[in-house]
């Protein structure tokens, strides 16, 4: 079957197999789930809503996120946001979307629904009975009606928007087609051999395109299932574990590092529940971090690289028969993965910005020709994507990570990668956590600075970690300051961050 659609993904799996369950419901058959696509395209068509139209999406992570998500994009463009905005965020994004209808619960009346009233938004209020099963919900709408296109989308139909995450600038619109969302989830569902008796634990938040793509929309391209829990809590990780009995599960490196420090006392689980394998993405993980994860859960990690203009997966470290290389992001995973030379449109050999090429590429920034110009360049006869990323591929052809090239700390004309420093640093016996950050400096420019977070019960001075890291790397990559916290400030996705750290620590400038 050619799979070109979101539609296209779900229709070959038997009606009886289980799609979508979550803690303590019921599980959402795909016949339940198809069915469930068809009511809500009902309920949308009813308040004027079709084809072409965007419909934001503000929901608690969980089943019926994830059910809305599949089943809206079926019939208009989804476009979720995250439930922890302020009404300001709410009313900038439903604006710059130019959302047509926005997905609340019934009874909600927090900041998303103050900003859906300033622009007159139709209002489709969500219920579902706890004692169903997960992931099916009605649709009651407040206004609306009227004529709207009620044919299907096709393949070079928006699915799915969402906006860059602006560390440094304004946040970037990426619409992603239904080609691209189908071909992604083949991507990631072939790249991890997927099949119906897999079970994904998702922890990933359902706003993001992590959670939406690998956990999500593969499971479901493959015919196998997705437990979802409400958010990812490290306490709660292995009695869900236990309950939804998952082969797999996906996470951001700063997830991995809490469920590891609570693995010690839930052996019984691992043991009772044994993964097929582990999945890591949206940030490097450190090498000593994958190690620790493979030798507690006795299965391979597999670490990939993903980004939103690619509807997620870029790379993938192979499952075993192929090598797991602690460090490397892995092989192209999908789409053609390159390196161009960082300021002319070339492709190159050796280190420069990685980019990318294939069915899975956003065809570019909604209303913005100046990053389009910036972002996209034509050689060899392709349309090739910059990622902001330099990196290198080895003899084996595996993809090794510099970093950003925005975060590249720029030392008095001296290049430090922040991924080498964090990978010195997490050998220190003390450190369980660290991220390597520019601290402005008066002359240099910039100078190097770390976060680290300590083990429990272990001990470490600031002094002590600097002479560590002076034996192991060059003076000039030594950081200049180490601040010791009890947790590193992330974002709303659980990936730590380096642009602005310096500034929300508080630290000012060196002498």
Request: hydrophobic share 45%.
């Amino acid at each position: 079957m050619n799979v070109q659609t979101i539609a296209d993904l779900l229709q070959a799996h038997d009606d009886a197999a289980p799609a979508i369950g979550a803690p303590g419901r019921a599980w959402l058959d795909f016949g339940g789930l198809r069915d469930q696509a068809r009511t809500v395209a009902e309920a949308l068509h009813d308040a004027g809503i079709g084809r072409g139209d965007r419909v934001a999406i503000v929901l608690p992570n969980g089943p019926e996120m994830a059910a809305a998500f599949v089943t809206v994009a079926q019939a208009a463009v989804t476009a979720p946001l995250n439930p922890a905005y302020r009404e300001e965020e709410f009313a900038f994004y439903l604006e710059d979307l130019k959302a047509r209808a926005i997905v609340l619960q019934e009874g909600y009346d927090g900041p998303a629904a103050a900003a859906a009233r300033r622009f007159g938004l139709i209002v489709l209020r969500l219920s579902a009975d706890p004692a169903g099963p997960a992931g099916r919900f009605s649709l009651r709408a407040e206004g609306g009606g009227g004529e709207c296109d009620t044919s299907a989308p096709g393949p070079e139909d928006v699915a799915l928007i969402l906006h860059t995450s602006g560390t440094t600038s304004r946040p970037k619109i990426v619409p992603l087609l239904q080609s691209n969302v189908a071909a992604s989830a083949v991507h990631i569902r072939d790249s991890l051999a997927l099949k119906p008796a897999d079970r994904c634990l998702n922890v990933m938040p359902l706003f993001h395109i992590h959670g939406l793509l690998a956990a999500v929309t593969a499971s479901l391209s493959a015919g196998a299932s997705i437990w979802c829990a409400p958010g990812f809590d490290a306490l709660k990780f292995f009695g869900w574990m236990s309950e939804a009995r998952p082969s797999w599960y996906t996470a951001v490196p700063t997830m991995h590092q809490a469920i590891l420090s609570r693995a010690g006392r839930n052996r019984d689980v691992i043991e009772a529940v044994p993964l097929r394998f582990l999945r890591s993405s949206s940030a490097s993980l450190p090498a000593q971090v994958m190690t620790a994860l493979v030798e507690t859960f006795d299965a391979p990690l597999i670490e990939a690289y993903g980004m939103t203009e690619a509807a997620h997966q870029m790379c993938c470290n192979p499952l075993p028969r192929g090598a797991q290389k602690p460090g490397s992001v892995g092989v192209a995973a999908g789409p053609e993965v390159r390196i161009a030379h960082e300021v002319e449109n070339r492709l190159t050999d050796g280190t420069g910005e990685v980019v990318i090429s294939g069915p899975n590429v956003t065809p570019g920034y909604e209303g913005n020709p100046e990053a389009n110009a910036k972002s996209f360049f034509e050689a060899e006869g392709r349309r090739w994507f910059r990622t902001g990323d330099q990196g290198a591929f080895d003899a084996d052809g595996y993809l090794h990570l510099t970093g950003r090239l925005k975060e590249i700390i720029n030392r008095g004309g001296e290049k430090v990668s922040p991924l080498e420093v964090d990978g010195v640093l997490m050998d220190h016996p003390a450190i369980a956590q660290c991220v390597t950050f520019a601290l402005p400096h008066p002359k240099l420019g910039e100078e190097v600075a770390a976060a680290v977070v300590l083990k429990e019960g272990a001990e470490a001075s600031e002094r002590e970690i600097r002479e560590f890291a002076a034996g192991r790397i060059a003076d000039f990559k030594v950081p200049r300051k180490v601040v010791i916290l009890d947790e590193i400030p992330k974002g709303a996705t659980g990936k730590l961050q380096r642009i602005g750290l310096a500034e929300k620590l508080g630290l000012s400038e060196p002498a």
